[in-house]
């Protein structure tokens, strides 16, 4: 287990990585803990995030939200082990270790009570339509009525003019932030693969359990049909950038 410094040092490496590819991501987190904030309907409201990796939006929302209970899940041991040493102190994050693809995930959660809100970011892109939407049927089983859902990530359009007119827009989003020059994943990676204090989450984490995106992720208007054969009354985009998004679902 690494020291509280050394995982928060690396989680402050991670977020520097991340924000390559998305350079508004603590605006991105900044909306999502706005909408949480306004669809919470008690101090404490009880908050999943899917694909938490190692944390970083857990610990948007629980810097906002205080009272929040955060319950992280996510298959990666590396990036959970990330997680739990960097934020050991904080008892109102329960970290679960479990794929999303696995039916009996919701279980594994061990709730008490339904759910105030989901969140994710960057990560349901690696789910194939099929699991994408078992995942969004789960959510709407899970959340309390007039909870919500949010899912920002890339989400693209399926017309390829569009799409590449959007792509460039973020591009150029890029380019004017200056996040390019930050350190790519597959450095990132290799970093901690190396780094002794890291020593047994690197192997705790290898071979990671799942590796990239699949090959054709669903697209926007995909996800907006799938969460509304879910069951989510109201679906629609509060925040984006090219095609990097925050889809907000209202049970
Ligand atoms: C790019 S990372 C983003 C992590 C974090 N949400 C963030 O923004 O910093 C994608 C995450 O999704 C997780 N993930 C992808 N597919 C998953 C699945 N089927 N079950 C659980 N976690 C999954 C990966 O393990 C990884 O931690």
Do not use: K
């Given at each position: 287990m690494p020291t509280t410094t050394d995982a928060r040092q690396w989680l402050e490496r991670w977020d520097r990585q991340q924000e390559r590819y998305i350079p508004d991501r603590e605006e991105r987190f900044a909306v999502i803990a706005d909408v949480v904030e306004a669809a919470a309907e008690r101090p404490n409201p009880l908050?999943?995030?899917?694909?938490?990796?190692?944390?970083?939006?857990?610990l948007r929302v629980l810097g906002r939200i205080p009272a929040a209970q955060l319950v992280a899940v996510d298959a990666d041991a590396a990036l959970l082990g990330l997680a739990r040493a960097a934020c050991?102190?904080?008892?109102s994050l329960r970290i679960v270790e479990h794929d999303l693809r696995a039916p009996g995930w919701p279980a594994a959660l061990e709730l008490c009570r339904p759910v105030d809100a989901i969140v994710s970011t960057t990560a349901l892109h690696w789910l194939t339509e099929p699991e994408l939407a078992a995942v969004y049927r789960e959510c709407f089983r899970l959340l309390r009525p007039g909870g919500v859902l949010l899912n920002s990530d890339y989400l693209a359009e399926p017309a390829p003019a569009l799409a590449r007119l959007q792509q460039r827009v973020l591009d150029g989003r890029v380019a004017r932030v200056g996040t390019a020059a930050h350190e790519d994943w597959a450095t990132w990676w290799a970093a901690l693969a190396e780094a002794p204090e890291l020593a047994d989450?690197?192997?705790?984490?290898r071979p990671r359990p799942i590796d990239h995106d699949v090959p054709e992720p669903p697209t926007h208007p995909d996800h907006v049909r799938l969460l509304g054969a879910a069951g989510f009354a109201e679906v629609g985009t509060v925040w984006q950038v090219g095609p990097e998004r925050v889809l907000v679902a209202i049970r």
């Open positions: 908050v999943l995030d899917l694909g938490a990796g190692p944390g970083s939006l857990s050991h102190d904080r008892r989450l690197a192997t705790a984490g």
